[in-house]
């Protein structure tokens, strides 16, 4: 008489759980809902409902002049704002083929990459905190207020800049400013490698993230993930690389890509480590444009209407979450016909159900915190 | 590959895609052939769907805009469908995963509907809401389960 | 002699009824314990919100003093925080969730503090300062502190909220899994010292040198022993039944108030207990440093005594509860399968392998 003949299991009724990671939560990085099917702690299905944040941002652009439409934008991912900005003026000036003055450039450049440094330090201290480490977290947001203290300087605003116009920027750097950040970047790199030392080869933060939520490259493309995640996974794709704008072809940097060194390529810590290196990089980028900025006048082309020439553009831009698109129609008026703007945290988020699948509700947090998602730019 | 053999290559998969040389958009208002083109687009080594926006023509046509890249030969191409308010499109989501959400956002802002799409609801807004926003008659409802909305906010001020 | 026959001596001159003699012996040590529990809650509570925020680049509490007395000059401020939040917690509004098991919930803070306050019954302080002679301290030790884990399943089973009742069955897993390590190696100071009495096991101590640098073997057994009593008492890294960027605060989601005091009381005492226990069984008790090795003559003063003993005791239990802080801070959390692959594959192999071949050196040396 074998075993399983004494058990009569079919009288037992199994379901599935339905848990509700609810709007409210601490470590899902906005209001964002999932509805998780776990049998036990091992998670079935994950259904996604996003549209909290909706705040019809692509209807309002509609009744807007273009250049009303930057403080909108910045609104969006409110952590990259300058990035949102950056990508809305590359995309008008698209369509108005304006000539940038050199400065213009370098103080763009600049002003984007120090918010990546900004957007990047963030994810570490959350996603520290998300499995369980809390002092990297305070560390990282003590250097992330002096980022901030020198936009304030900048523009006067401590998170939302209305800065990148399209046609220039709304002021020139103030007098100290070269000579701060160059401080602040003599002072944020020992620093750096504390928190490397507290995080990256921590045993336990190895465990909790290596081989978690593999992300195949062919699945990665095929689901339009692209930034730190997309490298992470072993595609070499920047577009700061693959289609420069801007200055980006005279500058010298590296792109990371992610080796599986602790584990799989593309492995939550591969998307650690990857958006870790992009720290040094911009870093770099940042005294290469100090050495060789020109002079010049910040508001020589900002146009005095914007009105766009009849017709449509497909503008990309590298922002620290990923490939940020502008679709912008215009009919030759001063408002926009229809403006979209494709998120990248909205194709990252959707590869959420793919990759948790299998995994326990720890795992789906790990997963969660490393594909770095801002719901404002999700729900617009 | 360079531009002339591109656009020829595309062209030549069905007869009714019409290329314009000036904005370098290829357009189709046949929809019902999207998914057969689409599935040679992709056999063509355009392998990643950047964005699909909607858009509300003037002349009471809506259309769909298709942007793809190949990250091999890094050619980027768009695509347009132009048709009628009603019809239905062949959702492209068994080819391009990214399509899956992309879609969903067009059919709740603009009230387009996929054909074989395997969760056709709204994305962004609740379930119960009446109309399709981005269409450019869109009026905002007069209540909303039982609130009353108020049109005139010249004393929210 | 303890305390509860101290008091019956002293109180039998009085000509009472013998039950009522006792309710009053018994009566005062409770008190007793009770206020080493409070002050040792309030006292562990600064000193946690102080180091974690040294270490985390911050100043902690500044600003609330007793009295007027803030605490002196430039980061020891905030002296009274404590006190102002047990009080605020003392007033707050007792929710209790619609649909939640309304017994249940009251009832299970109570098993908890009722665990941790009869562990404690059993812990001498010093040579001298103990409630009651046990022969066998150990083993009651051992036994008393598992009955917490009922408390905790029932806080999580019984607030009709899934992410507790999560945070229960992690618990009683976790919890359930960590006594056998503890037990293992707690037998370990019995098979040396021959006995099961507190008191057996630090004379040993001191008639011979800190168990801790007795052996190799024991010496391992001091870190499966701590590192398993962190996981006792949920402390990160074993913070997973309350892990709080998961489970918001995991099985204590729906308690406020009193009731969570409680808790809290029990956790905060729990750490005093594992540390209290690690410094008699591996530290040497309530001997000084001097006694680390025996190196002096017999009759050499080695600076102890009932009142110099708490004192070295109470130090020593302090350094271990500032480590366990400083855990918390710096590691993040394990997954539940990794804790519980910790401990069946990891420490329950040394620890028996510990066991053996600690009998095999006794026989040789």
């Known amino acids: 008489m074998s075993k399983e003949n004494l058990i009569d299991k079919s009288s037992i009724n199994t379901d599935d759980m339905i848990l509700n990671m609810g709007p409210q939560h601490p470590s899902t990085h906005g209001v964002l809902r999932l509805k998780i099917h776990t049998d036990g702690e091992v998670v079935s299905k994950i259904e996604p409902i996003i549209g909290y944040l909706h705040r019809c941002f692509e209807k309002h652009s509609e009744n807007l002049p273009y250049e009303q439409i930057v403080p909108f934008t910045d609104r969006c991912d409110y952590l990259s704002s300058m990035h949102m900005s950056h990508a809305y003026s590359i995309a008008v000036e698209k369509m108005m083929d304006i000539e940038i003055p050199e400065r213009v450039e370098y103080i763009r450049v600049i002003v984007s990459e120090l918010q990546r440094i900004a957007s990047h330090a963030f994810f570490i201290g959350v996603f520290g905190l998300d499995v369980g480490a809390i002092t990297p977290f305070t560390w990282v947001f003590r250097d992330r207020e002096r980022i901030i203290d020198l936009f304030e300087t900048l523009t006067g605003a401590r998170l939302l800049y209305n800065y990148v116009w399209p046609g220039g920027v709304s002021h020139d750097l103030p007098e100290k400013f070269i000579t701060r950040t160059i401080e602040f970047l003599d002072y944020f790199e020992p620093q750096l490698i504390e928190v490397d030392e507290l995080l990256t080869t921590n045993k336990i933060f190895i465990e909790r993230t290596a081989d978690i939520g593999v992300l195949d490259k062919d699945i990665a493309i095929n689901y339009g993930v692209t930034g730190p995640a997309l490298r992470a996974s072993g595609v070499d794709f920047d577009l700061r690389k693959n289609e420069p704008y801007s200055i980006y072809d005279k500058l010298d940097f590296d792109v990371p890509v992610g080796r599986g060194e602790m584990g799989t390529v593309g492995d939550s810590w591969d998307r650690y480590i990857v958006r870790f290196l992009e720290i040094k990089e911009s870093i770099k980028i940042i005294r290469q444009c100090f050495k060789s900025i020109p002079e010049g006048d910040v508001h020589a082309a900002l146009p005095k209407k914007v009105r766009p020439r009849k017709g449509s553009t497909y503008s990309r831009f590298e922002s620290s979450r990923g490939e940020l698109g502008y679709y912008i129609i215009s009919d030759g008026k001063n408002v926009p016909t229809r403006l979209k703007m494709r998120s990248p945290a909205f194709s990252n988020l959707s590869v959420l159900p793919y990759l948790s699948e299998g995994w326990m509700i720890s795992d789906v947090i790990t997963i969660l915190g490393s594909l770095d998602i801002v719901l404002g730019e999700i729900d617009r | 590959m360079s531009k002339k053999t591109l656009t020829d290559s595309i062209s030549s998969i069905n007869e009714s895609i019409a290329y314009d040389e000036e904005t370098n958009i290829f357009s189709l208002k046949e929809v019902g052939t999207w998914l057969d083109i689409a599935t040679e687009i992709k056999n063509l080594n355009f392998n990643y769907l950047m964005c699909i926006t909607s858009i509300d023509m003037e002349n009471s046509q809506l259309a769909l805009a298709y942007n793809l890249h190949s990250t091999e030969t890094k050619d980027s191409i768009e695509f347009n469908l132009f048709f009628d308010k009603d019809t239905e499109i062949p959702s492209v989501e068994s080819l391009w995963r990214t399509a899956d959400w992309h879609e969903r956002e067009a059919y709740d802002m603009m009230g387009i509907k996929f054909i074989n799409h395997p969760d056709m609801k709204r994305i962004l807004l609740p379930q119960d809401w009446e109309g399709y926003p981005l269409r450019k008659n869109y009026k905002v409802a007069d209540y909303y389960h039982g609130m009353y909305i108020p049109k005139d906010k010249t004393s929210w001020e | ?365």
């Open chain 3, 1 to 365: 002699m303890s305390f509860v026959d101290s008091i019956l001596s002293s109180l039998s001159s009085l000509e009472m009824n013998y039950t009522l003699l006792l309710l009053i012996a018994v009566t005062i040590p409770g008190l007793i314990i009770f206020l080493l529990m409070t002050v040792n809650a309030i006292v562990a509570v600064y000193m946690e919100r102080k180091i974690s925020a040294f270490m985390q680049d911050r100043l902690g509490p500044m600003e609330v003093g007793i009295f007027g007395f803030k605490g002196g000059k430039r980061f020891w401020g905030g002296i009274g925080q404590t006190i102002a939040d047990a009080i605020k917690l003392l007033a707050k509004e007792d929710i209790i969730p619609k649909d939640a098991d309304k017994f249940m919930m009251i009832l299970a803070p109570f098993i908890i503090f009722i665990a941790s306050f009869i562990t404690f019954v059993g812990v001498p302080l010093s040579q001298d300062f103990l409630i009651s002679n046990f022969n066998i301290g150990i083993l009651y030790i051992l036994a008393m502190s598992s009955v917490g884990v009922i408390g905790i399943i029932l806080a999580g089973w019984s607030s009709n909220n899934k992410w507790s009742l999560y945070g229960a069955m992690r618990a009683a897993s976790q919890i359930i899994s960590y006594e056998i390590p503890i037990a293992i190696t707690l037998l370990l100071p019995v098979i040396i010292s021959g006995g099961l009495d507190v008191h057996t096991i630090v004379d040993w101590q001191l008639q011979n040198r800190w168990l801790i640098l007795h052996s190799p073997f024991t010496f391992i057994a001091f870190f499966i022993f701590f590192v398993s009593g962190i996981a006792e008492t949920n402390r990160t890294p074993f913070d997973i039944p309350e892990a709080e960027s998961e489970l918001v605060a995991g099985w204590m989601t729906e308690y406020s108030g009193f009731r969570w005091s409680l808790f809290f009381l029990s956790e905060y005492t729990n750490m005093l207990i594992i540390s209290l226990v690690a410094s008699f069984v591996f530290l040497g008790g309530w001997g000084s440093p001097l006694t680390i090795i025996n190196l002096l003559p017999g009759d050499y003063m080695y600076l102890d005594g009932p009142i110099l003993g708490f004192f070295w005791l109470l130090l020593k239990a302090i350094a271990l509860i500032f480590i366990m802080m400083w855990f918390r801070w710096t590691f993040p959390r394990l997954r539940v399968d990794q804790l519980m692959y910790l401990c069946w594959k990891v420490f329950i192999p040394f620890a028996i392998f510990n066991m053996l071949a600690v009998g095999v050196w006794e026989v040789l040396f």
